[in-house]
C-alpha cells in the first residue's frame, strides 16, 4: 500500500500481515447467489446488486426526523431502499454509482411494492482501483466477510487486503500448533484454515460461520488458546521455582498448634483450601495460590492457619493489606486470635512514628517478630525479614503480580497467598489468573442471615428513611452510599454533599452523620472510617465504594443511591458490608426512573441472589469479558480471535492440550521459543519475574 493508506492501517494497529489475517470477520453475508429485482420476495433476506437511479432526502413531519431514498436498478427492473435518521448517506450513494445492498425486503407502507429497509450496502467502485471483474470475486458472488470498520480502513477495504494478503502466502505457512496433535484433531493447516475463515468455499454453512463454528474458524481460534495456554504454562514454571529453604513440614504437632488457634470448627470449604495450601507448603516449589471466597466466607482464619505451620517450620509471615484500615483490623483480629499462643506479632505502616516504626523494622530482621500485618509498605527496601516464609496479600488481587515480582527481586521466593473476595466466573478463572492455582471458599460460615435486598424508586424517599430511622433507633448503624459518576465531578460531589447536609440536618438530625469521599485525604477517610468503626457515628454517608473488608457487625443497613449507576459487583462487595452481625439486615438500592433494560435486570440479579459467584457469571453475560475487569493489566488477555465467553470450552480444550504437549518437549523446542518470545505482545499481560 501507499504512505497514506499505511498510515491508516498503523493507527488502525494492523502492521503486520499477521495481524490484518489474524482479526477476524465480524459476521458473514451470503452473497453468493444475488437476486435479481424481479426475483425479490417480501420478508426474506436477498442481495441484488445494480445502479443507482435515483436518491434524495425525504423530510417528516418531525423536524429531526428525516428519511433517506435510493432506487437502484438492475437489469430486471428497481427497487427502493430506505434508510431512517441516515442523512449522510446522501454524501457517500449516489446516482450512477454501482452498489451492493443487503437486507431484509419489506412492503412499502404506502402499498407501492418492496424496499429494503436500512439494507447494509456496498459501493462497488470506490476507495480502490479494481477491476469490476475483480470486484465480483471479492465483494460478491460468494460468502463475504464483514470486518469491523477500524479508523479509516472500512469494511471493503479490509476484505480487499486481506484477499490480496491471501494470495501472496506461501503455500505452506510455519504452524504453531504441534503436528501430531494437529492430525489427531483433525484440524486443518493454518495457510488452509486461515483461508476459509475470511474466504469461506461455497456451501459453507453461513450459521456456523456466524457462530464462528466451523472446522476453520475453530482451528484458529484453538491455535490462539493453545499458545495462550502455552504462554501460561511456560511463565509458570519460570515462577514456581524451588525455594532454597526446602519443604515444609506439617505433622500432629503442627496441627495440634494450629487447632489451638481456632476459635469456630472451619466450614467444609475452608478445610478443603486449608488442605491444598498446606499441601503446597510441603513441596519445594514457591506456591502461588489465590482463594477466593465471597465477602464474609471466612478467608483470614484460612491465610491465618497457614501462617501457623509456615511459622512452626521456622518462618516468617507478611500478611499484607490493601490500607491501613485493614492492616490495623487485621492486626487487632490476629493478635488477638494468636493471644494464647507464643508466636509473637506485630504491625506495620506507613503513618507510624518513625521511632515505633524503626523498633518494628529492628524487630523484623533480628526475626523478635512471627507474623507481621502491614500495607504494601512491608516489602520496602529497608525491610529485611531474616526468613520470609509466606506472603499473604488480602483483597489485592491486582496488586500481587508486581508485589511477586518485587519480592523476587529481593532475592526472595517466599510462598504467596492472595486472596480476593471479588469473585472470578469459572468462565474466566482459567484464563485471568491462569498462572495462580486456585482454592475456592464456596460456603458460609453457619447462621448467617441473608441480607433482604429491595429494589425502590427514589421516589420512595421518605419511606425508606423512615425505615432507616427505625433501625438507627434501635442502635444499629448504617452506610448511605451516593456513586459519583467521576470522583473529580464537582457537580456529583456538590450533590452528595448536599444530600449528606440534608441527612444530617433535616432527616436524621438525631444522630450523628459522617460524609467521607474520594477527594478527601486518606487520614482523614480513614479517621471518619474509624469513627463508624467505634460506633461514634450511625450514618456513613460515602461517596466512593466503603472499603472492602471493613467490619462492623452493628451497621445493618445499606442504602445505595443511584444503584443504576453501580456495576453489579461493586453493589455485591457494597451489600457485604452490612450483614456480619446477628441482626437481620438491609439492602436498598435505590433508582432514578427512567431505568434502562440492562440496569433494571443487574438490580434483579441482586434480589434472586446472594451468590457472588452467580452474580459475577450473570454481570459476565450482561457486560462482556472487557468490561468485567475494567482494565487490560487486571489480567484479562487480549485475546485476538478467541471470545472467552464463547470459546470457553475451546480454551479449556486447549489447556488440556497443551499441558499434555508440554510435558512431552523440552524447553528449547521451536515453539515454546516462539510463544516466549511473542507472549507479551501477543497477549499484553505483564510477564512475572
Ligand atoms: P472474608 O472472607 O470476607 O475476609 P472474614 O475472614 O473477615 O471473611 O470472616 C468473616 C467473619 O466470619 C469473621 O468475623 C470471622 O471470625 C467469622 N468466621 C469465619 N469463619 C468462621 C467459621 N467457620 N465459623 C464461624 N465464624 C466464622
Ligand atoms: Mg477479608
Not at 489474524?22 to 451470503?30: A, H
Request: proline share 4%; hydrophobic share 40%.
Amino acid at each position: 500500500v501507499g504512505p497514506r493508506r499505511a498510515a491508516d492501517l498503523l493507527n488502525a494497529g494492523l502492521i503486520t500481515i499477521g495481524d490484518l489475517l489474524y482479526r477476524f470477520p465480524t459476521r458473514y453475508e451470503d452473497r453468493g447467489q444475488f437476486q435479481t429485482v424481479l426475483e425479490l420476495r417480501e420478508g426474506e433476506s436477498a442481495a441484488i446488486a445494480g445502479t443507482i437511479l435515483h436518491s434524495h432526502i425525504r423530510r417528516t413531519r418531525r423536524p429531526q426526523f428525516k428519511i433517506f431514498e435510493l432506487l437502484v436498478e438492475d437489469s430486471t427492473g428497481a427497487v427502493r431502499a430506505t434508510w431512517f435518521n441516515q442523512a449522510f448517506l446522501s454524501e457517500i450513494l449516489k446516482p450512477r454509482q454501482r452498489v451492493i445492498l443487503f437486507g431484509k425486503v419489506e412492503t412499502r407502507s404506502n402499498g407501492g411494492g418492496l424496499q429494503f429497509v436500512n439494507p447494509h450496502y456496498e459501493l462497488l467502485n470506490s476507495e480502490i482501483d479494481e477491476s469490476v471483474a475483480a470486484q465480483e470475486t471479492i465483494h460478491a458472488g460468494r460468502i463475504v466477510p464483514v470486518y469491523e470498520r477500524s479508523g479509516k480502513i472500512t469494511t471493503k477495504m479490509y476484505r480487499r487486503f486481506v484477499y490480496e494478503a491471501l494470495g501472496r502466502l506461501p503455500e505452506t505457512l510455519e504452524d504453531s500448533l504441534p503436528p501430531e496433535l494437529q492430525h489427531r484433531l483433525q484440524m486443518p493447516a493454518v495457510r488452509q484454515a486461515l483461508e476459509q475463515v475470511h474466504f469461506p468455499e461455497k456451501g459453507t454453512s453461513i450459521e456456523l460461520l456466524n457462530r464462528f463454528r466451523t472446522p476453520a474458524q475453530q482451528r484458529i481460534i484453538f491455535e490462539e488458546c493453545f499458545c495462550f495456554q502455552l504462554g501460561l504454562l511456560t511463565n509458570r514454571m519460570e515462577l514456581n521455582l524451588d525455594r532454597k529453604e526446602g519443604a515444609m513440614q506439617v505433622n500432629d504437632r503442627i496441627r495440634q498448634s494450629a487447632l489451638k488457634v481456632l476459635p469456630f470448627r472451619l466450614t467444609s470449604g475452608q478445610k478443603h483450601a486449608l488442605q491444598e495450601i498446606a499441601h503446597d507448603l510441603q513441596r519445594l516449589q514457591a506456591m502461588n495460590r489465590l482463594l477466593q471466597g465471597d465477602v464474609g466466607s471466612g478467608k483470614t482464619i484460612v491465610a491465618l492457619l497457614s501462617a501457623v505451620i509456615a511459622i512452626e517450620n521456622g518462618f516468617q509471615v507478611a500478611f499484607m493489606a490493601p490500607t491501613e484500615l485493614l492492616a490495623v483490623q487485621h492486626a487487632k483480629n490476629i493478635s488477638r486470635l494468636l493471644a494464647n499462643s507464643r508466636f509473637t506479632t506485630g504491625l506495620l505502616t506507613g503513618s507510624m512514628q518513625a521511632k515505633n516504626r524503626k523498633r518494628i523494622v529492628a524487630q523484623i530482621s533480628k526475626k523478635e517478630i512471627d507474623l507481621v500485618v502491614g500495607t504494601q509498605a512491608l516489602l520496602e527496601s529497608p525491610i529485611k525479614f531474616q526468613r520470609l516464609g509466606l506472603v499473604v496479600i488480602d483483597e489485592q488481587h491486582r496488586f500481587g503480580v508486581a508485589q511477586r515480582a518485587k519480592l523476587r527481586e529481593k532475592g526472595l521466593n517466599p510462598h504467596v497467598l492472595v486472596m480476593t473476595a471479588t469473585p472470578i466466573p469459572r468462565t474466566l478463572a482459567l484464563t485471568a489468573y491462569g498462572d495462580l492455582d486456585v482454592s475456592v471458599i464456596k460456603d458460609l460460615p453457619p447462621g448467617r442471615k441473608p441480607v433482604k435486598t429491595v429494589v425502590k424508586p427514589s421516589s420512595k424517599h421518605d419511606e425508606i428513611y423512615r425505615f432507616v430511622g427505625k433501625e438507627l433507633a434501635a442502635g444499629r448503624q448504617a452506610y448511605v452510599v451516593y456513586p459519583l459518576v467521576e470522583e473529580s465531578s464537582k457537580m456529583d460531589l456538590k450533590a452528595a454533599t448536599e444530600m449528606a447536609n440534608h441527612l444530617a440536618t433535616k432527616v436524621f438530625s438525631k444522630y450523628r452523620v459522617t460524609l467521607i469521599h474520594g477527594r478527601l485525604n486518606q487520614a482523614v477517610k480513614d479517621e471518619a472510617m474509624n469513627t463508624f468503626v467505634r460506633g461514634e457515628c450511625d450514618v456513613l454517608v460515602s461517596t466512593t465504594v466503603i472499603e472492602v473488608g471493613v467490619d462492623v457487625p452493628n451497621a445493618t443497613i445499606m442504602v445505595i443511591e443511584h444503584a443504576e449507576r453501580f456495576g453489579l459487583a461493586q453493589l455485591h462487595q457494597l451489600r457485604g458490608r452490612v450483614g456480619r452481625g446477628e441482626e437481620q439486615a438491609y439492602c436498598i438500592l435505590l433508582y432514578r426512573s427512567p431505568l434502562g433494560e440492562v440496569a433494571a435486570e443487574r438490580l434483579r440479579c441482586l434480589t434472586e441472589t446472594a451468590d457472588g459467584f452467580e452474580l459475577a457469571e450473570r454481570d459476565l453475560k450482561l457486560r462482556g469479558p472487557g468490561d468485567f475487569f475494567g482494565t487490560r493489566q487486571s489480567g484479562v488477555p487480549n485475546l485476538r480471535v478467541a471470545d472467552l465467553i464463547r470459546d470457553y470450552e475451546i480454551m479449556e480444550q486447549a489447556r488440556i492440550e497443551s499441558t499434555a504437549w508440554f510435558r512431552t518437549v523440552n524447553l528449547d523446542h521451536i515453539l515454546v521459543k516462539n510463544i516466549q518470545k511473542a507472549w507479551p505482545e501477543r497477549f499484553g499481560l505483564v510477564k512475572i519475574g
